[in-house]
């Protein structure tokens, strides 16, 4: 009578299981459901790394790029109705087009890499969280500048300095760096650098060229490139002065003995009393 009763209370338990499956079964993808989600990203411009069906830091870098563009929920996990929604979106688009450079819209809390028809790369990315902090003894605000940057310096691997550690740093204004972290939460973090994940960092520094066009903006704040985009000489210019911290300018053609551009380094006059 005991077993009968054991085996009872087993079978009447099973529907119940089988409906918290159920209940848990459309939040549940397969791996060609991934790899399609994947390939959606991607083709919409979302950085994933490897295709191949596998929920990874790519994968899931992408998914969340893509929530922030689109002001989603930023969960970093993908379900059935995230990929609906992935299926039915449009691409993100470049405030400007037309040539190479980089845009990171602080708003939105993503970085692109744009290339000359407007075709992008996007990554998620956090920046500085405005809070106060002190280095060398100073204080100082997590701020990451707006405006129009050039990459004037970058290292190889890991950089260690007193604020920590990071990985293919690209230098665009002071200490402020692209670089690469173990930690990019999806809100602004930084001291003021502008972190992206390390599975793309060395791709990215790869392609960040010394003379790349970077361009940080929010929603009250954006400054066009598209002179030194035109005019090379200009941005050869602004890129002395951040390689020697003097000032350089362009003497028109009319000024100059050779009919053409030329650049000139600009000596401090000096005044004698």
């Not at 459309?26 to 060609?32: C, E, F, Y």
């Not at 605000?141 to 405006?147: K, L």
């Not at 300095?161 to 293919?168: A, D, E, H, Q, T």
Request: hydrophobic fraction near 40%.
């Amino acid at each position: 009578m005991k077993l009968f009763l054991t085996i009872c209370l087993v079978v009447m338990l099973l529907p119940a299981v089988s409906l918290a499956q159920r209940a848990n079964a459309p939040n549940t993808l397969t791996r060609a459901q991934i790899k399609q989600a994947e390939q959606n990203l991607s083709a919409l411009g979302f950085w994933t790394g490897p295709i191949d069906g596998v929920f990874d830091a790519g994968s899931q870098a992408a998914l969340i790029a893509f929530q922030k563009w689109h002001g989603r929920e930023v969960t970093g996990q993908l379900t059935i109705d995230e990929l609906a929604v992935i299926q039915s979106s449009t691409a993100p688009q470049a405030k400007e087009t037309g040539y190479e450079h980089v845009e990171v819209d602080v708003d939105r809390q993503v970085l692109m890499l744009v290339n000359g028809t407007g075709s992008v790369r996007v990554l998620p990315t956090s920046t500085g969280n405005n809070k106060t902090f002190i280095d060398d003894g100073e204080e100082s605000i997590s701020y990451t500048p707006r405006g129009r940057f050039l990459v004037y310096d970058k290292s190889v691997g890991w950089e260690t300095g007193p604020l920590g550690s990071v990985y293919y740093p690209n230098y665009i204004s002071g200490g402020v760096a692209i670089h690469g972290s173990r930690n990019v939460p999806n809100a602004p973090a930084s001291h003021g650098c502008i972190r992206i994940p390390l599975f793309a960092a060395r791709e990215v520094s790869r392609a960040l060229k010394l003379g790349t066009i970077v361009l940080v903006y929010d929603k009250v704040s954006f400054v066009s490139a598209k002179d030194w985009a035109k005019s090379p000489k200009l941005k050869e210019a602004a890129l002395l002065s951040l390689t020697t911290g003097e000032d350089y300018v362009i003497e028109p053609p009319s000024k100059t003995k050779s009919g053409s551009q030329v650049i000139r380094r600009v000596r401090p006059r000096i005044v004698r009393l």
